[in-house]
């Protein structure tokens, strides 16, 4: 409820402070690079990334400096790993269902995803949000019957540098909920688990954001993909 009022209030204020950060933050494009293929030797390991501009890996100028090339990285002297990317700049969870609908059913091992942020920047409430989750590891889950899914959490966008207070803050306080839902809707199912990002640390490691303000960079990337391989190796 805090948080409906606390939209409410400050519409005025995001209004324009939204057009603002529209109009004068730096827009990237996603990075070069394959999206599929096979790389690395040892135990087979199939993976598919799939989420927002993230995921795809904005931020960076080519994949292999992205989340899938640091996860490649991280994985590719001990497995042969299949790998897919399916990630979309702007995509918001639904339009992330959407992608998943339309694929083909296919077995992966692991599925990453990265999702939130654009819900965020649309005013979804946390608790319509984990809804939307439901939905989307539910077809995962149906479509590539994963034995580890990997839920990258909602960055918290009060500490991006290229938003203003209050926009910045109401936003953390949207990825605050979100992941405290996502935490819990985690911790209840039996293949899944998460990341926390965590941009508080990646600062105290003197690790910046991309140049928008906005995106990871290639180190908060390399940090992420290490996260995530380091799980991958415990369950595989």
Do not use: C
Request: glycine share 8%; proline share 5%; hydrophobic share 40%.
């Amino acid at each position: 409820m805090l948080l409906k009022i606390s939209t409410i209030v400050l519409i005025p204020s995001l209004i324009i402070q939204g057009n603002a950060v529209k109009k004068n933050t730096l827009r990237l494009a996603e990075p070069a690079g394959p999206r599929q293929g096979t790389v690395g030797t040892g135990k087979a390991l199939s993976v598919l990334i799939i989420g927002d501009s993230a995921a795809a890996g904005v931020g960076v100028e080519t994949q292999e400096d992205a989340l899938l090339g640091a996860v490649l990285k991280q994985l590719q002297d001990a497995y042969e790993i299949s790998y897919q990317l399916e990630a979309t700049t702007g995509h918001s969870s639904g339009q992330v269902i959407q992608t998943v609908k339309n694929m083909s059913h296919q077995h992966f091992d692991v599925v990453i995803t990265s999702v939130g942020v654009n819900d965020i920047t649309k005013l979804m409430q946390p608790k319509d949000w984990i809804q939307k989750q439901q939905q989307l590891y539910a077809e995962i889950n149906r479509k590539f019957t994963p034995e580890l899914v990997i839920a990258s959490g909602v960055p918290p966008m009060n500490r991006f540098p290229a938003l203003p207070h209050p926009l910045a803050w109401l936003f953390g306080q949207y990825a605050k909920g979100m992941n405290k839902n996502l935490a819990k809707f985690v911790q209840q199912q039996s293949n899944m688990q998460w990341i926390e990002y965590d941009l508080q640390r990646f600062k105290s490691l003197n690790l910046e954001m991309a140049k928008d303000g906005f995106h990871p960079s290639k180190e908060i990337y390399t940090l992420w993909g290490k996260q995530v391989a380091d799980k991958i190796r415990q369950m595989f």
